[in-house]
């Protein structure tokens, strides 16, 4: 009882890249589940790049995170104590548990609601290539991308947790696969272990002319996670009905002003191709559908699941800014 | 015989505005019709923002004129001599004469062919709402577009020859219809003669405050033949599930540098929304089933056709220039 919670409050909203002034460190005493609720220790935080979006006061999927609450971000936990008939101590849940190690929730309300995971589930593949990181990857490759045998699929962002699962399953659905990611170790990773047909480091080359090279019967399917000028890029190697999917938009995430779009829209027109965003939280209800084939694919080793684990609580802020900076490769956790 | 053909010739290629400079007029002889061919006397000459595009040099939907090429355009006329046996002296025929009196041409080969009338075709109608404007609306917005009755079709360039006719399709449709043109003339024919549900004016009026007001439920289906700022505005508005109908971006076309894309393509992403990129060409084979329906519309009086008649060979160039300038109400014709 009376166990201290360690929180992370959004103080000030962030005007460019994130730092630690932007929230607010305290303890405080765990608030006691009533009826109805349950409450979570937290055992692993994910960080997703959208969180950044979270952070901003301005309309979107989902209400920004208000100053003065705890920051906002996906987790896998154990239940601790439980008032909830569905919920008994010890269970392993998945919920939106934000940065702090107990959060008290009310399974099917909130935002994101709480789930309870099999037990004997590992945390880590729950918040990555089985979690909202893998169907993101599924369903905006294969609902959206629409990928077929033999046709050719850019992904960017491709040495990121999203990215790489995207790429893989295309692999796996017989497609060329080429990825963008910065630097020789993430590249490597992807040609040797993530198996991508080819790589490109938007670090040290030319992405435009590399798109050329390695997408020589040009690209049917553009994965994007980064936007601006990758997007451009692409978009100057489209096939004829292409399809462009919206994943997210990294490279203006942390811009303080409006970042210009692409000067080759157009190219849709003269490709007669598509450019279409989605959400995950729209195919939650067909989990039942993604979740054991991306399982089957782990298992078999079609699909490496890469992740990267920081500890420490005092650590939380830091690492969502690794996402932006580009040192994780795969999917960023932090383990409680 | 022996007729003498006028012609302006691509003389070089314009950076921005098109001038008379870009052409050279000159008088040659008729060219004889060869076996299988038909010598045509070009009646009416069709004017489209695309046309601007095919005096680039760069890869498109179809290849540029060349530099002492009769620049290209659609027409319509009817046949002097005849050497293939589908067609007959007098028969009225749809080509792509180009800016010269006489074309001389194999039916069924060359980019777009050319095609008999039934006798009796009114060429004005046979080259707007039933040609390939007609088209481009009908299948733009239909196909692409979606629209479903009770939503909000919101159109750019409403007053040009594609979208005055997309925007009373949307009407037909049962959708509250919203369109964006240049000036007060415009405005009022598209509320009065083409029972738009109201207009925006860009030239005097907030484009993107006059949105939020004119579409309180937001935009479902924008049909854009503008981009650039028109987009930008437009997708800060769209709904969830909008399909953003990229039919053309008039605002580039005369640019003499890369001209940016809007700043807001993430909300495709946050509106689970949709752009796609399309040209008619690819549908001229169900032109069966669009034609009798855009006539039937035609004679009740549910659709308006509004043409802009220019007159004489000399005055082409400075005719296509109306487009871009917004002197045309309507589909830009000039009878020969």
């Not at 629409?146 to 692999?171: D, F, H, N, Y």
């Not at 195919?283 to 684990?309: C, F, T």
Request: aromatic share 6%; net charge neutral; hydrophobic share 40%.
């Amino acid at each position: 009882m009376a166990e201290t919670n360690r929180q992370w409050l959004l103080k000030k909203r962030p005007h460019g890249m994130v730092t630690k002034d932007n929230f607010e460190r305290r303890e405080v005493a765990v608030s006691e589940p009533k009826d109805g609720e349950i409450l979570v220790r937290n055992r692993y935080l994910s960080f997703d790049p959208t969180q950044r979006g979270w952070m901003e006061d301005r309309p979107s999927y989902v209400p920004p995170v208000a100053i003065g609450e705890v920051m906002r971000a996906g987790s896998v936990g154990e239940v601790v104590r439980s008032k909830h008939g569905d919920f008994n101590q010890g269970d392993l849940v998945q919920c939106t548990g934000g940065w702090q190690d107990y959060t008290t929730i009310a399974p099917g309300q909130g935002i994101f609601g709480a789930s309870k995971l099999p037990p004997g589930t590992d945390p880590v593949l729950a918040l990555s290539v089985l979690g909202v990181t893998g169907l993101t990857a599924y369903w905006g490759l294969l609902d959206l991308g629409q990928p077929k045998r033999g046709e050719t699929v850019l992904v960017s962002g491709a040495a990121g947790a999203t990215g790489s699962v995207a790429g893989q399953i295309a692999r796996i659905k017989g497609c060329r696969v080429v990825g963008i990611a910065g630097g020789t170790d993430k590249c490597r990773w992807l040609k040797e272990e993530a198996r991508f047909d080819d790589v490109i480091d938007y670090k040290s080359e030319n992405v435009n002319a590399r798109i050329g090279e390695t997408c020589p019967k040009r690209v049917d399917v553009f994965f994007d996670n980064v936007g601006g000028d990758i997007l451009e890029a692409a978009l100057n190697h489209i096939n004829m009905r292409a399809r462009v999917v919206l994943c997210g938009g990294i490279s203006a995430y942390n811009a303080t002003k409006p970042v210009p779009g692409p000067t080759n829209l157009l190219n849709l027109i003269i490709m007669r191709a598509r450019m279409e965003g989605f959400i995950v939280i729209d195919y939650m209800d067909r989990s039942h559908v993604a979740v054991p084939e991306l399982m089957k694919w782990v298992q078999s080793g079609e699909i490496v699941n890469q992740v990267d684990v920081q500890e420490g609580f005092d650590n939380i802020p830091d690492t969502l800014n690794r996402l932006f900076t580009g040192k994780n490769l795969g999917k960023q956790l932090l383990k409680l």
